[in-house]
């Protein structure tokens, strides 16, 4: 079984530009979750997402972040104008329809300069 | 909000000896739990879970214990290896909602 994909594993630029990041789910995950996690520090949710719809975006920066999930399977989570606290590793996690075993992708690391 | 605390935030122990991982959640409707394992570069690898309906699990080498009266959840590593080095996160989830996440601990593998 194919783990879930993200893209690009690593990301420079530079504060007030724009970025985005890419996740697949595993195959048939209706939950599909961004987390982001600051080094030394556990993952914090970002949104959460069930099929196309949003679940849970309490936590999410309005203001700069966004993200969609337009076919309800892959992902796209975008910071816009970035800021040097943006800098973090960004996780997307997925989890199927028995509610168990939330699965993680490697993460895409970006760093604001 | 509800969060998910370690009791220490690093732990050395000796190769072949046993690794205890403790855990304090704050939620008490939470009802699902995982440990997950973080090696440096990688994203959080699933170890084990339980669900509160359960006091005790095991995997293969290791044994998660919930202790819910005093919310409390802890990881047992049996004959810990060189590879068992990683940080170590605990999450708790309710049905549906998001896994909240505590600090992590750092277990380090002494030889």
């Known amino acids: 079984e194919a783990g879930v994909a993200q893209s690009p594993r690593y990301k420079i630029i530079e504060k007030r530009q724009s970025v985005a990041f890419w996740c697949n789910p595993i195959?048939?995950?209706?939950?599909l979750y961004w987390y982001q996690q600051i080094l030394g520090q556990g993952p914090k949710l970002l949104i959460q997402f069930q099929n196309n719809g949003v679940v849970d975006d309490s936590q999410l920066p309005k203001d700069r972040f966004s993200a969609e999930r337009l076919k309800g399977v892959d992902s796209t989570l975008k910071i816009q104008p970035a800021k040097l606290e943006d800098s973090a590793v960004y996780l997307c996690a997925s989890m199927g329809p028995l509610n168990t075993e939330a699965f993680f992708g490697q993460g895409t690391r970006l760093t604001v300069v | 909000g509800e969060s998910v605390g370690l009791h220490l935030p690093t732990l050395s122990v000796q190769e072949g000896d046993n690794s205890i991982i403790n855990c304090a959640y704050s939620?008490?409707?939470?009802?699902?739990f995982i440990w997950y394992k973080q090696e440096s570069g990688k994203g959080p690898q699933f170890i084990i879970d339980?669900?509160?309906?359960?006091d005790k699990r095991q995997g293969q080498r290791v044994t998660v214990l919930l202790n819910k009266t005093v919310k409390h959840l802890s990881l047992q590593i049996a004959a810990t290896q060189p590879g068992d080095s990683a940080v170590y996160f605990c999450?708790?989830?309710?049905?549906?909602?998001?896994?909240?996440f505590g600090p992590g601990t750092r277990l380090s593998v002494l030889p």
């Open positions: 339980i669900r509160s309906n359960m």
């Open positions: 195959s048939g995950h209706a939950t």
């Open positions: 939620n008490s409707a939470s009802d699902y």
């Open positions: 999450a708790e989830n309710m049905y549906g909602q998001n896994f909240v």
